[in-house]
């Protein structure tokens, strides 16, 4: 935003400059012209007069100045002529500022940690950058405002209007946004993950790249909003209108949509439908990007916690493996004394290492992978080996 007030203040000190400058010129003239002996008290009055306007010139520029540095002014057609704080990097953490008015505002990657800044205002005011952890920003009005790139961990937004806000990048995990007006803001790559948006207003929002993640989206308006390339998965979408949401690139896998209105030219744009509840009731594995790896989960009746069995089973059909097995009444001679993942090319040790971390957090033990032979194993084909992978939990 354009320091109006410091264009202002820049003309003021200019116009004083060229009075300065007609009072010097005016002076030296009489110099020139005026007879000491007969008006000496003319020339020394002149002489004070211009020393005076020198002293009160250079006054007045580090007034302009200071003042100029720290403040602005603009107009708006609603709010008419608006003086606003230029305060950029400045440090109002743990201050009480609530009901404060910080409109148009220039406070660039300002510190407002723990501050309690309740219905305050800061209407189209520049905060990119700044840090709001764990501030309180109940019923605070956010219109239009920049904050992309600012820190918002852990604050309390309940009732907070940002309509029109800029939000771009800013990571709202844990933040409180119970009623926040979010109208057609910009949270294009914002991270919503695990977030409570019950009562939120999403209209016309533009949440391009935007980490959905867990999110309960029942009964909030996406009305006219952008969702190309958001992160969806494992989100709750019954009964939510989808009509003519972009879903482009959308990542839906685990995604409940059962119940919800869009159309099948609409939901086929979704990069992933993995495990996916569809608006009919069906499953849709399409482009489960695991569904290639045959993932065989096996046990004993007598010593394997079925609980935990079925929880890994179920894990790893949300990931989109395609998984088989069962608990065994008795002990084959394939199946391992301790718990174990094998697999059976190097090309599968990333991918069965990162199943065996899940299951060891799952089944609360130290689990270790092994690459198995061929010859010695069962079920696994030929010149796939690459794609199967097996569980056994002891």
């Not at 608006?279 to 990007?289: H, L, V, W």
């Amino acid at each position: 935003m354009t320091n109006t007030l410091g264009l202002v203040l820049t003309l003021i000190t200019v116009i004083i400059l060229f009075i300065w400058l007609y009072l010097l010129s005016r002076i030296i003239l009489d110099i020139k012209t005026v007879d000491d002996k007969k008006s000496p008290t003319l020339l020394k009055r002149r002489i004070r007069y211009f020393w005076s306007m020198t002293i009160l010139g250079i006054v007045v520029f580090f007034f302009l100045w200071f003042f100029a540095t720290r403040y602005s002014l603009t107009f708006d057609k609603n709010e008419g002529i608006i003086f606003f704080k230029v305060a950029p990097n400045a440090d109002f953490s743990d201050q009480n500022l609530s009901n404060e008015d910080f409109r148009f505002a220039i406070l660039t990657s300002a510190n407002f940690q723990e501050a309690d800044l309740t219905n305050s205002k800061f209407k189209k005011a520049n905060l990119s950058g700044s840090h709001f952890e764990k501030a309180i920003l109940k019923g605070s009005n956010f219109e239009k405002a920049n904050l992309s790139g600012s820190h918002l961990e852990g604050a309390n937004l309940q009732g907070a209007n940002l309509r029109g806000a800029n939000l771009e990048g800013v990571n709202l995990q844990g933040v409180n946004l119970q009623g926040v007006n979010l109208q057609a803001a910009n949270l294009q790559g914002v991270n919503l993950q695990g977030v409570n948006l019950q009562g939120v207003n999403l209209q016309g929002a533009n949440l391009q790249g935007a980490n959905f993640q867990g999110v309960n989206l029942q009964g909030v308006n996406l009305q006219g909003i952008n969702l190309q390339g958001a992160n969806l998965q494992g989100a709750n979408l019954q009964g939510v209108n989808l009509q003519g949401i972009n879903l482009q690139g959308a990542n839906l896998q685990g995604a409940n949509l059962q119940g919800s209105s869009l159309t099948t030219e609409n939901l086929n744009l979704a990069s992933t439908l993995c495990n996916t509840i569809l608006p009919n009731g069906e499953t849709s594995y399409r482009n489960c990007p695991n569904l290639k790896y045959t993932v065989g989960v096996y046990g004993l009746l007598n010593t394997t916690n079925a609980e935990k069995f079925i929880q890994v089973q179920n894990f790893l059909r949300e990931q989109g493996y395609s998984v088989r097995g069962t608990l065994l009444e008795e002990r084959p001679v394939w199946l391992s004394y301790n718990s174990k993942v094998f697999y059976y090319s190097s090309k599968s040790k990333g991918i069965a290492n990162e199943i065996k971390q899940k299951v060891s957090a799952i089944v609360h033990q130290n689990i270790e992978s092994q690459q198995n032979d061929l010859d010695s194993s069962v079920g696994v084909i030929r010149g796939q080996e690459e794609f199967f992978i097996y569980v056994h939990i002891i």
